[in-house]
């Protein structure tokens, strides 16, 4: 699972229905009738200054609402949305661009509120707090209950420099944080083990650049991108004594079902990037084959939902040049758990977060 409330998921008919938003006066909002289904965080494109848009996909009709967050509220969602989660009938969204944390109505997509948190990127929740990563090296909890914001202090091993924190996790009564990289582009190696009211306990050594990180509600796994040259692609283990085994080569991964579903890059004497799509049974730790990959062009991430069973995979599509096309529309393909493709649908520029909706009261 993404992160561990992002769970088995119905939702009760509902309309994504608004009023007008004070930013865009006259305004009419769509109607979009919803049973259940998933959302897309679509990152968009720094570089080409695209903002990033929120998907839906209705599983009743497979229908696609593209820009979801904009017909609800009439505004962008903003540059660089990172993350999503859905807790206690609300959706976050860390938006890195705009220096905030956007908080949603579930049921009608409506912004209630908006959290002023420098450059925040990933998000996770346990025992009634959002937990926010950021690039300004420092951990923000928000009390869903009363909106109170807490920040930590500087986490990266050097306290007067500033580290860039990427994915974030949540077990147990403890925070786990991938310590990814600093503003030299220096790779860091550790994976910084907190409180959850933000007091750091140790670092966990892993390989460097560690990017993302999940649990499954037992162990905690961390997938490290490397140094793109000496150092590959990893993805590891944390166990229960915070013990770290290394499992295989990754990019991305997805947990469901007691098996780790993921992609793996490398590149040919050509430079050209070969890419396969393996499951490994965490239990076994036997790996097989998912897809071949023939219906993806350049994948960016996989999801895994608990509550169909289904597999996805979101990608880009090939540029002239033969990488992403990172300025146009990207697509997420659904699969059954044995690898069989069922639907492919076309989202927005960046797709990236899957967010699974919960059931909602």
């Known amino acids: 699972m993404k992160k561990l409330f992002l769970t088995s998921v119905m939702f009760s008919t509902v309309c994504l229905l608004c009023g007008c938003n004070d930013d865009n006066d006259g305004f009419t909002p769509e109607v979009i009738e919803t049973t259940t289904g998933m959302f897309i965080v679509n990152e968009g494109n720094y570089y080409s200054s695209i903002d990033g848009a929120l998907s839906y996909i209705d599983y009743t009709t ?23 989660i859905i807790y206690k009938d609300h959706i976050y969204i860390p938006a890195t661009d705009e220096n905030l944390l956007w908080v949603l109505d579930a049921h009608t997509l409506k912004v209630t509120d908006r959290i002023t948190i420098t450059q925040p990127r990933k998000i996770v929740a346990g ?38 924190l990427e994915d974030i996790t949540y077990l147990n009564g403890y925070l786990y944080v991938c310590n990814a990289y600093n503003p030299d582009y220096s790779y ?3 994976v910084i083990k907190m409180t959850t009211d933000l007091k750091k306990v140790k670092d966990i050594t892993v390989v460097c650049n560690p990017t993302q990180i999940e649990t499954d509600g037992k162990d905690v796994y961390v997938q490290s991108t490397g140094n793109y040259a000496d150092v590959g692609t990893a993805i590891q283990k944390i166990d229960a004594n915070d013990k770290v085994t290394t499992l295989c080569e990754g990019t991305n991964f997805a947990l469901g079902n007691g098996k780790m579903y993921y992609y793996a890059t490398s590149y040919d004497e050509n430079w050209q990037s070969v890419i396969t799509y393996n499951v490994y049974d965490l239990k076994t730790g036997k790996t097989s084959q998912f897809i071949d990959g023939s219906d993806i ?4 991430s996989m999801g895994f939902d608990p509550w ?30 044995e690898g069989k493709k069922l639907k492919s649908f076309d989202v927005g520029v960046g797709p990236k977060t899957m967010i699974f909706q919960s059931n909602l009261q």
């Open 62 to 84: 497979d229908i696609v609402t593209v820009d979801a967050f904009r017909k609800a509220n009439g505004i962008s969602l903003g540059g660089t949305p990172n993350d999503g």
């Open 127 to 164: 025992d009634g707090f959002v937990f926010v990563t950021s690039y300004a090296g420092k951990v923000t909890s928000v009390n869903v209950s009363n909106g109170e914001v807490k920040t930590s202090e500087a986490l990266g091993k050097n306290p007067n420099v500033t580290t860039y």
């Open 188 to 190: 860091n190696d550790n």
């Open 297 to 300: 062009e350049y994948p960016n």
């Open 308 to 337: 169909t069973g289904y597999v996805y995979v979101s990608a880009y599509h090939l540029s002239e040049y033969g990488y992403g096309d990172y300025n146009s529309p990207g697509y997420i393909v659904r699969y059954d758990a």
